[in-house]
């Protein structure tokens, strides 16, 4: 059962002192999380966290203030509704095809397990299969 559930609540506070204090707010009422999400100034992100995602240069995820907004406004195009859209309608066809094919071949096989070597390497693949199919019908 989620904690949300649990306590009939929309935000759950924690506090912790090991290794350092730290107060962590989860939050479940979507009106809630847009107030946050859009009153960035409010509610800074913990750019700390971040910092192994600047291995290849600043990002939007790693940055905050006016580095942030200039990241923003160079990928702000490519985040529309109607590109979500596509792009979760794509994910949906690749990953049902994925398992499509699963079922054949353990069907052929009589086998219901599949066996998945490398999760990085079928996630890149599926990645991979969503960017050509949305690049080209975008």
């Known amino acids: 059962m989620l904690a949300f559930q649990k306590y009939g609540l929309d935000i759950l506070g924690s506090i ?3 290794p350092s204090p730290r107060v962590v707010l989860s939050i479940a009422d979507p009106g809630t999380v847009k ?3 859009t009153h960035r100034a409010a509610f800074p ?3 700390q966290f971040y910092k192994m995602l600047n291995i290849f240069g600043s990002n939007i995820l ?3 203030g006016d580095e942030w907004r200039m990241h923003r ?7 529309t509704e109607q590109n979500n859209k596509l792009i979760w309608a794509e994910t949906i066809d690749c990953i ?3 398992f499509a ?6 069907e052929k096989k009589g086998d219901r397990e599949v066996v998945i070597e490398s999760a990085a390497d079928l996630t890149r693949e599926i ?7 949305t690049g080209t019908s975008a």
């Open 96 to 98: 049902s095809s994925l």
């Open 62 to 64: 790693a940055t905050e």
């Open 45 to 47: 992100k913990p750019v």
């Open 16 to 18: 912790t002192f090991y």
């Open 35 to 37: 107030e946050v999400t």
């Open 127 to 133: 990645t991979l299969m969503v960017l050509s199919a």
């Open 101 to 106: 094919t699963w079922e054949e071949e353990s």
């Open 73 to 79: 406004n160079v990928v702000a195009k490519s985040f």
